[in-house]
Every structure is written in structure tokens, then in C-alpha cells.
């Protein structure tokens, strides 16, 4: 089946600093990729879509300058937390479609960011 | 906010017996898919059902949609320790860009 992998798979960091996370789509080309954040025994809130070749699209109420977004090729797309604070300690969590239908998803396994 | 609301949100039961679960949401939709969750892990896309479909059987897993009442149940039948997990539903909200809004899901304990 289809592979969705993420790195780092967790990450600590200081305040302040900015945090890369990686989503590769590694046996399939993906135009879409979707990002979402997961906090401890709560659900998945998508945070945005990522497209290749033009801007991510954000959910009402998430800050587009606080998680960058990039979608370089059509295997990778790219999360920065951006002058990241405790609060956004939490499970990132990558997907990626593989059909022009994008009935399917395949989810990476997660990246958990703690920030001190 | 949210799409989907699971209950009920823990369930606890043993090997063998069946689990059902069940998932509202508030919009239209194009289909609604389950998903389920190891501790810590990615999801696992477990089926998807159409909005013109009632019923999906996968394995020992049986999903069912009731459009009028926008809900649909996840039944796990002989459950197996191994099904230990949370388990998501998931929605479209009517979107063809699939973008899914996750319910709060449900933590199935299987004691063996």
C-alpha cells in the first residue's frame, strides 16, 4: 500500500525556535497533502491543505504565519512552526492522496513536537 | 469545529464480544470513512462509505449510514485484544477537496 512517512518522528525544542517537519509521499505522487494537529486523547483538527505548486489553504482560526507551509515537489510538503511556544506542543499528523479523487488518504505516522 | 461527535468515547469490553460505535455529524456530505488509531501512531483507513450507501461489511467490520439521521456506526464483530485502539470517523462536509473534519472518536479497550 501506499507509504506516507514524516521526520523527525519527535522533536524538542526551546521556545522561540522554529520547528521543520517533513511529509514524503514515498511510492505514489501526491498534489494534495493535508496537515493536521492532534492534542493528547483528543481528535484531529485540520489545520490546512497543501498544494503543489501554489499557496496552502488554512482553516478558519489557524495561523498562517505561525505553520508555514510548503509543497516543494509532488512527494514532499513541508510544516514550519515558526517561533513555536509551549502551547503548540502537540502530534502533527501529514496525509497525502495518491487520486484525483482523493476519496483516500494515507497519514504519515506523526511527528511530536514539545516545546520547553 | 469538529464534524463528528463518537460515543460512546471509551468502551471497554472482552475478546470475542462485538463493539459498535457510533458517529453523528452535522452537514452533507459525500461519504464518511472510519479510521483507527494505535497509541501515538498514524491512522489507519478502516472503509468508507458513500453518501447513496447504507451499508459496507470489511472483514469483521460492518458500517452502516443513515443520511436522514446524519449518523453512521462502526461494528466490530469477535473482537480480538489486537482491536485495542481509538477509532475516528470522519467526514467531507460535502467537499470534493478531500479535506476531512475528524469526530472526537472512541478508545476501544478489548481485554483478552
Known amino acids: 500500500g501506499a507509504v506516507v512517512s514524516q521526520h523527525p518522528s519527535r522533536v524538542i525544542c526551546k521556545s522561540g525556535t522554529s520547528v521543520k517537519i517533513e511529509c514524503r509521499s514515498l511510492d505514489f505522487q501526491a498534489t494534495t497533502m493535508f496537515w493536521y494537529r492532534q492534542f493528547p486523547k483528543k481528535s484531529l483538527m485540520l489545520m490546512a491543505t497543501s498544494n503543489e505548486g501554489s499557496k496552502a489553504t488554512y482553516e478558519q482560526g489557524v495561523e498562517k504565519d505561525k505553520f508555514l507551509i510548503n509543497h516543494a515537489s509532488l512527494t514532499l510538503s513541508t510544516l514550519t512552526v515558526t517561533s513555536a511556544h509551549p502551547e503548540d506542543s502537540s502530534f502533527y499528523i501529514c496525509?497525502?492522496?495518491?487520486?484525483?479523487?482523493?476519496?483516500?488518504?494515507?497519514f504519515g505516522p506523526g511527528t511530536r513536537l514539545l516545546v520547553l | 469545529s469538529q464534524q463528528g461527535e463518537e460515543d460512546p468515547q471509551a468502551l471497554s469490553i472482552q475478546e470475542g464480544e462485538n463493539a459498535t460505535m457510533n458517529c453523528s455529524y452535522k452537514?452533507?456530505?459525500?461519504?464518511l470513512q472510519w479510521y483507527r488509531q494505535n497509541s501515538g501512531r498514524g491512522l489507519v483507513h478502516l472503509i468508507l462509505?458513500?453518501?447513496?450507501?447504507r451499508e459496507k461489511h470489511s472483514g469483521r467490520l460492518r458500517v452502516t449510514l443513515d443520511t436522514s439521521k446524519k449518523s453512521s456506526s462502526l461494528l466490530i464483530t469477535a473482537s480480538r485484544a489486537a482491536d485495542t485502539a481509538s477509532y475516528f470517523c470522519a467526514t467531507d462536509r460535502g467537499s470534493t477537496l478531500g479535506r476531512l473534519y475528524f469526530g472526537r472518536g472512541t478508545q476501544l479497550t478489548v481485554w483478552p
Open positions: 462509505i458513500r453518501s447513496n450507501e
Open positions: 496525509s497525502a492522496s495518491p487520486g484525483e479523487g482523493r476519496e483516500t488518504q494515507y
Open positions: 452537514t452533507s456530505i459525500n461519504n
